[in-house]
C-alpha cells in the first residue's frame, strides 16, 4: 500500500497538531540547531519529519533494511532488557537533571534503574542512533485503555483529574520522557514527538496530557514570577480545572519580587519559563490549575492539557508551510 504523504498526514488535526508541537519544541530557545538546519526546516517544510514519521519498527510481515533508516529512528519496545536499557537511561538522566538521589529498589547489570509500577503498563517509546542502536531518547505512554487496567493515571497521584478524563474523547498520557545528555539536539525530540504524532493520529486520540515541572531549587521565586503569566494567559476554564493534592503554599510575593530584582543587576530577568512548558502554551495547551509540589524531585508539576483539535492557528500558520515552500 503506498505510504501516505506528510502533507496528507497533517491534514488530519491530530497529526498535525503533535507534529507542529515537535517543531515548537525544535524551536526552543534551549534547543540549539544549526542556522542552516533550521532554515531548511522552516523553509522547505516537513520533508525531514516525512522521513521519520514513516519509518516504523520493523515486524515479521513488513521488514525494514536498517541501513535505510535515518541517523536516528523511533520505535516501540517490548523486550524486557530494551526497557531495562530505557530505565538506566531513565535514572541516568533525572539525577543527571534534578541533582537528587533516587531510590534504588532495582537494578540491571550492576547499575541502577528508575522503576515504578505503571512501567509494566505503558507503552516504552525510544529514540535509537542508528550507527550502534543505543537507546538515546526516551518517553512512556499511557493510553486510556491502559490506564483502565492500570486503575489510574499517573497524573492522578499529584492531582485531581476527574474533570479531565470523564470528557469525551480518546486521552493518552506521557511521562518520564528524557534525552540521552550527548543526544540533546532538535533531531533527537523530533524523532520521538513525530513518531508519537504518527501514533495518535492512527489511533485517533483527541488530548494529550502529563506534568511540566517547574524547578524549585531557588525557594519557589522564579515559580512565582511564573504563576501570574500562567493565570492571565494559559488558564484553563474551571470545567477543565484539577486539584493538585500537594499544593505549594505559601508562594513568595512577586511583588517583593520585582523589587528585590530593581536593586539587583538581573532586574531585566524575564520569568525562565521551561523548555516543555513555553512548547505547550505556545501551541494552545492550557493549565489546569495550581501547581503540585513533587518533593522527591523538588519541582512543582503542573498539569498540562492539549487538545490537539485547538492547537494554536498561530503556530500552525507560522510552521506548515509545506508545499508553498517545496
Known amino acids: 500500500m503506498e505510504q501516505p504523504s506528510a502533507c ?21 530557545p534551549n534547543v540549539n540547531l ?38 536516528f529512528f523511533a520505535e516501540f519496545i517490548t523486550a524486557k532488557e530494551e526497557i531495562r536499557e ?61 490506564a483502565a487496567r492500570f486503575g489510574r493515571y499517573y497524573s492522578s497521584h499529584e492531582f485531581h483529574i476527574d474533570n479531565i478524563i470523564n470528557r469525551p474523547g480518546r486521552f493518552l498520557e506521557i511521562g518520564r520522557t528524557c534525552i540521552h545528555p550527548d543526544f540533546r539536539n532538535g533531531a533527537t525530540i523530533a524523532v520521538l514527538w513525530a513518531h508519537l504524532a504518527k501514533f495518535m493520529q492512527e489511533n485517533e486520540f483527541r488530548y494529550l496530557f502529563g506534568c511540566a515541572s517547574i524547578s524549585l531549587e531557588d525557594n519557589g521565586k522564579n515559580l512565582a514570577k511564573i504563576m501570574p503569566v500562567l493565570r492571565e494567559k494559559f488558564w484553563a476554564k474551571s470545567e477543565y480545572s484539577v486539584q493538585p493534592k500537594m499544593p505549594i503554599n505559601p508562594l513568595p510575593d512577586p511583588s517583593l519580587l520585582i523589587e528585590e530584582q530593581l536593586n ?9 519559563i521551561p523548555p516543555l512548558l513555553k512548547a505547550y502554551t ?43 515552500a517545496a
Open 86 to 146: 530505557a530505565q538506566k537511561m531513565r535514572y541516568e538522566v533525572f539525577c543527571e537533571e534534578y541533582k537528587v538521589v533516587l531510590p534504588v529498589h532495582n537494578t540491571w547489570n550492576g547499575h541502577p534503574i528508575d522503576v515504578d509500577d505503571l512501567d509494566d503498563y505503558c507503552l516504552h517509546l525510544v529514540v535509537r542512533n542508528q550507527a550502534n542502536l543505543e537507546i538515546i531518547g526516551y518517553t512512556r505512554v499511557l493510553t486510556c485503555e491502559l
Open 34 to 71: 544549526p542556522e542552516t538546519v533550521f532554515k531548511y526546516i522552516q523553509h522547505r517544510g516537513f520533508i525531514i519529519v516525512e522521513a521519520m514519521m514513516l519509518h516504523k519498527p520493523a515486524n515479521t510481515h513488513n521488514p525494514i533494511d536498517i541501513h535505510n533508516r535515518p541517523r
Open 8 to 28: 496528507s498526514i497533517l491534514k488530519i488535526s491530530g497529526s498535525r497538531a503533535l507534529t507542529v508541537f515537535l517543531l515548537v519544541l525544535i524551536n526552543s
Open 264 to 272: 539587583t543587576a538581573h532586574h531585566a530577568a524575564k520569568p525562565a
Open 282 to 324: 505556545r501551541m494552545g495547551a492550557l493549565i489546569c490549575g495550581e501547581a503540585c509540589l513533587d518533593p522527591e524531585f523538588n519541582v512543582a508539576d503542573l498539569f498540562v492539557l492539549l487538545d490537539i483539535k485547538n492547537v494554536s492557528d498561530r503556530y500552525a500558520k507560522h510552521f506548515l508551510r509545506t508545499e508553498e
